[in-house]
């Protein structure tokens, strides 16, 4: 059963969390098989069950923005989208005493969202394809065929000397550190097609498994692989782009 509302986690006004409005939708977990080790949400569970305003803001701040991607990809709005964002904080406080762990309590508040997200778009007739993906998205070669070795060669399809990926000056691990480049990333992530940024964002920028994705979406693996794929190699492209001091077209 859900908590009652003066068990409910009560965030500190000047949190995103107390900007939220009431929402019934709920989503409940069943729980894990008996002797199973616990998960790594244990911890955080009990913190939330017992109203710690702390750690749920710590989780709205860290997640939102990733979910507003998400969000976006099923509502016609940036508001609507603001909106499924705070209904599904609302049932995920609202519904914690139901979720008892068979999945990743972030699979969970994703399932959530996408629940929440199809509902809304249905209202607002618009609907995204996402059981398939199609050319419109970026379709066909993600790189120049120009980078690869032909049918002929001894080794087909590997990349040639000059097209192999190279090492950029600074490292991606020294370059993170950067805010002109963290601004490069972000603005080729938003420049993705829509399905394409909500998987990259949801297993690069959140960390989530490929699994956890394809639960939350309700996708196939292989429509999952399709999509990171292409994202992936056109911001790889972006950054390859600024490192070798390409100018956009």
Known sequence: MPPDADETVQPSPSSPASRLRYQPEIVVEHGPDPGEPPSADVVLLDRLRRGDADAFTSLVDSWSPVMLRVARSFVS????????VQETWLAVLRGLDGFEGRSSLRTWVFRILTNLGKTRGVREARTVPWSSVDDSEGGGRTMDPSRFRGAHDQWPDHWTPLGAPRRWV???????VMSEVRGLVAAALDELPERQRVVVSMRDVVGMAADEV?????????NQRVL????RARLRQSLEDYYRGVTPS
Do not use: M
């Open 214 to 222: 394809c639960e939350a979406l309700q996708i196939s693996p292989q």
């Open 170 to 176: 600074p490292s991606p691990e020294e370059a993170v």
């Open 77 to 84: 709005t940036d508001a609507s989208a603001q909106e499924v």
């Open 228 to 231: 990171l794929h292409r994202g």
